[in-house]
């Protein structure tokens, strides 16, 4: 869990702010396309457990700075290998992501305003939301495979009940991106939206789902994770087991190295 000292005024990588019973948390590195770095993954998590039991939220928006959602994670932070040459926990010590975990845990109804690129994790986070709304410049891709790895638990529990298992492994498997358009024709996103109408409406439908008896909609969501298949947490131990065990390959190094090379990767099976 992030640093329990963490609090919305001390953030520098999300803001969060409440208004009319709705909690909005907005990335804020636009200049890194909000990738996220170990900071802002700390006030990530720390932002939905903030909401999770702040009295003035009922509801709560995610969304980017424009012009980007999210981009996955912070690649050249990656590459200065604070993450691969980190110390590999033991299988006892295996948790699902932190921060995933915050997201899917809150309490409140939680959507997704898809102001741009989602890729990487910046899908996953978008997946952990009850409702997705995009805006025609939304794209959404799980590029993990291309990087030498597996997705996080978004990927594994929540895209298959949404798209179906076979679109849910195309997805998957190729990390092939998809626009707003297609998001809406297989069931991932409700609506596409004109650009700059995303905000108002995501809002506008935050505020009347606030305006509903907070607990009935509290055992309202609780009632629809009971009914997703399998446990997420045991789900992301797995994932993140694998991918701290593929962050040691050779083919993650060329993954990231060939991405930031801007050239076609050249992978060897190590």
């Given at each position: 869990?992030?640093?329990?000292?963490?609090?919305?005024?001390d953030?520098?990588c999300?803001?969060?702010?409440t208004?009319g019973?709705?909690?909005?948390?907005?990335l804020?590195?636009?200049?890194?396309?909000?990738?996220?770095?170990r900071?802002?993954?700390?006030?990530?998590?720390?932002?939905?457990?903030?909401?999770d039991?702040?009295?003035?939220a009922?509801c709560?928006?995610?969304?980017?700075?424009?012009p980007?959602?999210?981009?996955?994670?912070?690649v050249?932070e990656m590459m200065?290998?604070?993450?691969?040459?980190a110390?590999?926990?033991?299988r006892?010590?295996?948790?699902?992501?932190?921060?995933?975990?915050?997201a899917?845990d809150?309490s409140k109804?939680?959507?997704?305003?898809v102001n741009?690129?989602a890729?990487?994790?910046?899908?996953?986070?978008?997946?952990?939301a009850?409702i997705?709304l995009?805006s025609?410049?939304?794209?959404?891709?799980e590029?993990?495979?291309?990087?030498?790895?597996?997705?996080?638990?978004?990927?594994?529990w929540?895209?298959?009940?949404l798209?179906?298992?076979?679109?849910?492994?195309e997805?998957?498997y190729?990390?092939?991106?998809?626009d707003?358009t297609?998001a809406?024709r297989?069931g991932l996103v409700?609506?596409?939206?004109?650009?700059?109408?995303l905000?108002?409406r995501a809002?506008g439908?935050?505020?009347?789902i606030?305006a509903?008896?907070?607990?009935?909609?509290?055992a309202?969501?609780?009632?629809?994770r009971?009914?997703?298949?399998g446990d997420p947490?045991?789900?992301?131990?797995?994932?993140?087991?694998?991918?701290?065990?593929?962050f040691?390959t050779?083919?993650?190094?060329?993954g990231?190295k060939?991405?930031?090379?801007?050239r076609?990767?050249v992978?060897?099976?190590?």
């Amino acid at each position: 869990m992030a640093d329990a000292a963490i609090h919305p005024r001390d953030f520098t990588c999300v803001i969060y702010k409440t208004s009319g019973g709705v909690a909005t948390i907005t990335l804020n590195r636009p200049e890194r396309r909000n990738a996220l770095n170990r900071r802002a993954y700390d006030e990530v998590e720390a932002a939905f457990r903030f909401a999770d039991t702040d009295p003035e939220a009922r509801c709560v928006v995610v969304t980017g700075a424009d012009p980007t959602f999210c981009a996955g994670e912070d690649v050249k932070e990656m590459m200065t290998g604070e993450v691969s040459d980190a110390p590999r926990p033991t299988r006892t010590e295996y948790k699902a992501t932190p921060a995933a975990m915050a997201a899917i845990d809150c309490s409140k109804p939680v959507i997704a305003a898809v102001n741009g690129p989602a890729v990487g994790w910046g899908m996953e986070l978008a997946l952990y939301a009850d409702i997705r709304l995009a805006s025609e410049k939304a794209v959404f891709a799980e590029l993990f495979i291309k990087r030498g790895l597996i997705c996080d638990v978004g990927g594994l529990w929540k895209l298959p009940s949404l798209v179906g298992p076979a679109k849910a492994a195309e997805l998957l498997y190729t990390g092939d991106p998809i626009d707003g358009t297609e998001a809406a024709r297989i069931g991932l996103v409700s609506q596409v939206l004109p650009h700059g109408e995303l905000m108002a409406r995501a809002m506008g439908m935050a505020e009347r789902i606030a305006a509903n008896p907070p607990l009935a909609l509290i055992a309202m969501k609780e009632g629809l994770r009971r009914a997703t298949p399998g446990d997420p947490n045991e789900i992301g131990a797995w994932a993140i087991e694998n991918i701290f065990r593929l962050f040691g390959t050779e083919d993650h190094r060329e993954g990231v190295k060939s991405f930031l090379e801007k050239r076609a990767p050249v992978f060897v099976g190590r």
